[in-house]
Antibody, heavy 121, light 107 residues
């Protein structure tokens, strides 16, 4: 069965960096893009962007350029989200999703369990 | 960016009731509208894709319709396990955007 397993919670100080992993199983990793979705505490869902797992080409939503980097390692079917120069407002749950192509469009059909990143001095 | 607006922001209903959530897009998204359910402390899961198609394994009491800018999600015969927050999301064009969510509570 399809699974996306994310790395564990992180607590970081402002200015530090964090790298979140998302390891896929149960399907061909390079056949589907991976999106990243942020959810701040008590807030809604925000699409950060996605990465073509075949080419490694990322696309970032506005507001997630510069300090945010998506990457993949196809040898271990894993997508990564790296955030640098962390700020308190980066405190959130970060989800990876598998994006399924259907009839001309995509939807997020499987989600990781989420990785909580806490930024605090 | 396409703005997605849900109403109401929250609702409360009895077990067995039928409830409807509305999602409006700031411009047409044709049929490229999805619905997700998120229970407290859990990741979201997809209920409906391409406006009205039920994701495998989702109970048939969840139905949805709409096209263009106006969409609805209906839960008929509300069950205790339906207590959750529901989000609409457009995948017509990037950046994909979500509604702000509708919290459904059971009386």
């Amino acid at each position: 069965q399809v699974q996306l397993v994310q790395s564990g919670s992180e607590v970081k100080k402002p200015g530090a960096s964090v790298k979140v992993s998302c390891t896929a199983s149960g399907y061909t990793f390079t056949s589907h893009p991976v999106s990243w979705v942020r959810q701040a505490p008590g807030e809604g869902l925000e699409w950060m962007g996605w990465i073509n797992t075949n080419t490694g080409n990322p696309t970032y939503a506005q507001g997630f350029t510069g300090r945010f980097v998506f990457s993949v390692d196809t040898s271990v079917s894993t997508a990564f989200l790296q955030i640098s120069s962390l700020k308190a407002e980066d405190t959130a749950m970060y989800y990876c999703t598998r994006d399924y192509y259907f009839s001309g469009f995509y939807y997020m059909d499987y989600w990781g369990h989420g990785t909580l990143v806490t930024v605090s001095s | 960016d396409i703005q997605m607006t849900q109403s109401p922001s929250s609702l409360s209903a009895f077990v067995g009731d039928s409830v409807t959530i509305t999602c409006r897009a700031s411009q047409s998204v044709t049929k490229y509208l999805n619905w997700y359910q998120q229970k407290p402390g859990k990741a979201p899961k997809v209920l409906i894709y391409v406006a009205s198609s039920l994701q495998s394994g989702v109970p048939s009491r969840f139905t949805a319709s709409g096209s263009g800018t106006d969409f609805t999600l209906t839960i008929s015969s509300l069950q205790p396990e339906d207590s959750a927050t529901y989000y609409c999301q457009q995948s017509f064009t990037t950046p994909w955007t979500f509604g702000q969510g509708t919290k459904v509570e059971i009386k």
